[in-house]
């Protein structure tokens, strides 16, 4: 069946593939090739943006196997997809729950509950990821930046030039500095960061994003015109 189905695939009969994987799964459900094989499809789906019909078999293959945190990540991303972000956040809480370090799971998490000012949550997310040694600079930045939202700007200016002791070549640790510190009051802190960041950039061996490139030197120069 599963040839016949590769077959309607490439003819892009999406929805019949999802009938035949759902009549399938209830007939044999715990037959771990034919689960396999529909969570290939599943995934499938959601790099052909058909969202809703991920989530059905998605739906379909997580009463099989609740303990699956493939599964519940790519449920995650349908959701998220679609804009339901309360159940997008639900479905990663369920990730969390089989993958506590799942890096993915910690960083979305930590976005959304930074959105709904969720803070100390969002916090919490950002320092298990720098705790298990993942994603921590992006971590990192965006712990610092949720510090400042909670009115806690010196731990978080704190935090920034603590961590880029070890990463001082890090132009995203610069970047987000500068901005706090502009928005603090600090210009010429700000100034300062956003020339080390840009340094960076150009000196990195790689060619430079131009935008970002522009981007930076356009507020270089607005910063140096409020430089007394």
Known sequence: MMNYCQVLDHLGEDEYVLKLLLVAIEIAPDKKALLFNAGNHASFFLKKQKFHLALTLLSALIKCDKENPVHWQNIAIA?????ERDRARKSLEELIKIEPQNAF?????????AEQLLFDEAISCCEQLINSGQDIVKAIS?????LMHKGETVSAINSLKAVLKKYHETDSLWFVLADIQEKTGDILGAYDSLKKCK??????GKRPNEENL??????????QKHIK
């Open 79 to 83: 959701y998220q997809s679609l804009g």
């Open 105 to 113: 799971a910690l960083i979305t998490l930590a976005q959304f509950y």
């Open 142 to 146: 965006f712990k610092a930046q949720i």
């Open 199 to 204: 340094h960076i950039l150009v000196n990195s």
């Open 214 to 223: 522009t981007m930076i030197e356009n507020k270089l120069r607005q910063l």
